[in-house]
Nanobody
């Protein structure tokens, strides 16, 4: 079983950049497809970006395309979410998730979750 810990959240201003990190322990991150989700106050959790086991395949929600970038360093057991040109609508708790998969593909459903890191974008 893998444990996930997110770091890097904080309070930023509109237009700023921020990089979130999620470090896996217990099992190698190379065993897992991983993803970043977010949940804004009063809203359902939504997927933001997903990445395959190797890091070679990625997918993004439309609102993140071109501004958010997911990457994976299996040697460091870490997945990142680099966010540029942040807007107030990005304010949410961001969660890292993982799923043990047999192929090198992105997935929509996950088995393991971190506790989240708060991102607040002020206007």
């Amino acid at each position: 079983q893998v444990q996930l810990v997110e770091t890097g959240g904080g309070l930023v201003q509109t237009g700023d950049s921020l990089r979130l990190s999620c470090t896996a322990s217990g099992r190698a991150a190379s065993m897992y497809a991983m993803g970043w989700f977010r949940q804004a106050p009063g809203k359902a959790r939504e997927i933001v970006a997903a990445i395959s086991r190797s890091g070679g395949n990625t997918n993004y929600v439309d609102s993140a395309k071109g501004r958010f970038f997911i990457s994976k360093n299996n040697a460091k057991n870490t997945v990142y979410l680099q966010m540029y040109s942040l807007r107030p609508d990005a304010t949410a708790v961001y969660y890292c998730a993982a799923k043990d998969t047999s192929g090198d593909r992105t997935v929509l459903e996950y088995d393991y979750w971190g506790r989240g890191t708060q991102v607040t974008v002020s206007s």
